[in-house]
């Protein structure tokens, strides 16, 4: 997809209805419910015949228009908007997992989605089988008739592993199970997922498309392709739409767990969408010149950006998502003191956690995000105590650069 397309893609999206005032964006429609002319019509939309608004948990006018411009530039069967990325990695696995059923993933997890996984899915009788996803006769050898998804981090965060997305895929497919992917780290402007196999993709629009730190927001992207005959629990929904995962979600999951987006997050995210590729690729540009600049920098242990010629993943990383992968890299110091001193000196790149605020922000993960994890936990998490996580916001590579080399000293 080159950028022209994507923003005229995302522009070319009319609103449903045209807008007394003519309004330029799209309201912010902050009604709960909606009124109907007769009780006839109110039963036709509260039984799906229509597809109208009823209530604003389950549909938005302002919402919905965020969902369709993402339908329109990623070519999706069916996207749904949630309060945040966890919202959407939790609906999508209620909707995705039974009990007794297993999901095949990696250790190297966003914290809440291990924690999502290792405390809140397992007490619901489901097992995580964690296993290297850059193996696939692991991967293959760990899939059995109760799997119910194969999920992947495209990049993981933060010690930047990349697997092969098609191999993941046909490995997955060869058993009839779902790839399900978080892109969160590499914007769906840069690569598209579905050419690469995913079936369904997970996405926190907290962190590009919000716009800059704005608000907090999820996706569920399906792209369709994945035939649920195969899934013990999705089959018996097939005959009721082209995607018995997005019946389901839609008709039941999203419905009940109750975290849809608000509309106010719907509008300032639909802005964040237009601006999305001109952000994303500055911001990623801004960080393969940073990482390039920090590998000759001394007091620099080591500098891990799957962009960087010298990285293990750098051809994979190259193969799926083009000359810049994200705007988030880390670097390793000495030392955990050295990283705290080195941080204490900082003045322009700020000590926060988030990604892909438009501004700079820097973070050590060891005692912060996985703070309350054991020493043993962290050891197979890849989490080191000397690592410090940055991501590149919008300001010049030669401000970044000196922030870094004075604060070095
Ligand atoms: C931030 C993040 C999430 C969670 O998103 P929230 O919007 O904070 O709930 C999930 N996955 C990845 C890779 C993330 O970076």
Redesign the pocket.
């Known amino acids: 997809m080159n950028s022209k397309e994507f923003e005229d893609r995302l522009l070319g999206v009319g609103f449903p209805k045209k807008d007394v005032y003519g309004s330029l964006s799209i309201p912010v429609y902050h009604a709960l419910a909606y009124e109907f002319e007769t009780a006839e019509e109110m039963e036709n939309a509260f039984c799906g015949i229509t597809q109208k608004h009823t209530y604003s948990r389950v549909t938005n006018p302002t919402v919905q228009y965020f969902e369709e411009r993402v339908k329109a530039v990623t070519n999706a069967f069916g996207v749904t908007a949630l309060n945040?990325?966890?919202?959407a990695?939790s609906n999508a696995f209620f909707t995705l997992a039974w009990s007794g059923s297993n999901i095949i993933a990696s250790r190297y997890l966003?914290g809440?989605?291990y924690s999502f996984f290792v405390n809140t899915l397992t007490s619901f009788g489901v097992e995580i089988r964690f296993c290297d996803l850059t193996n696939p006769e692991e991967v293959s050898s760990n899939i059995d008739e109760n799997t119910c998804a194969l999920f992947v981090?495209v990049i993981t965060?933060p010690q930047m592993e990349v697997s092969d997305l098609k191999v993941l895929s046909r490995v997955a497919h060869d058993k009839n199970v779902p790839l399900v992917a978080?892109t969160?780290?590499v914007s769906f402007s840069a690569f598209n997922a579905a050419d690469l196999g995913v079936d369904i993709d997970l996405i926190?629009?907290?962190?590009y498309i919000s716009g800059g730190g704005t608000s907090?927001?999820?996706l569920i992207i399906d792209y369709g392709n994945f035939n649920w005959e195969h899934s013990y629990k999705l089959k018996q929904y097939t005959s009721l739409s082209q995607s018995a995962f997005h019946f389901k979600l839609r008709k039941e999951i999203h419905r009940n767990l109750g975290a849809y987006m608000t509309p106010e997050v719907a509008y300032m995210q639909s802005l964040g969408l237009e601006t999305l590729n001109i952000r994303y690729e500055r911001v990623s540009k801004n960080c393969l010149e940073l990482a390039k600049l920090l590998q000759n920098l001394s007091g620099v242990v080591s500098v891990n950006y799957t962009g960087l010629l010298n990285n293990p993943f750098y051809e994979v990383s190259k193969k799926q998502f083009g000359e810049f992968p994200g705007a988030m890299l880390t670097f390793d110091l000495e030392s955990k003191e050295r990283c705290y001193g080195f941080m204490r000196k900082l003045n322009l790149i700020k000590r926060a956690t988030n990604?892909f605020d438009n501004i700079s922000l820097i973070i050590h993960p060891a005692s912060t995000i996985y703070g309350t994890y054991t020493l043993e936990q962290k050891a197979l998490m890849g989490i080191k105590e000397t690592t410090l996580r940055l991501s590149v916001g919008l300001e010049s590579v030669d401000a970044l650069y000196n922030d870094i080399k004075e604060a070095l000293l």
């Open positions: 945040s990325g966890m919202a990695i966003f809440n989605t981090e965060n978080d969160t780290i926190s629009s907290t962190k907090l927001g999820g990604l």
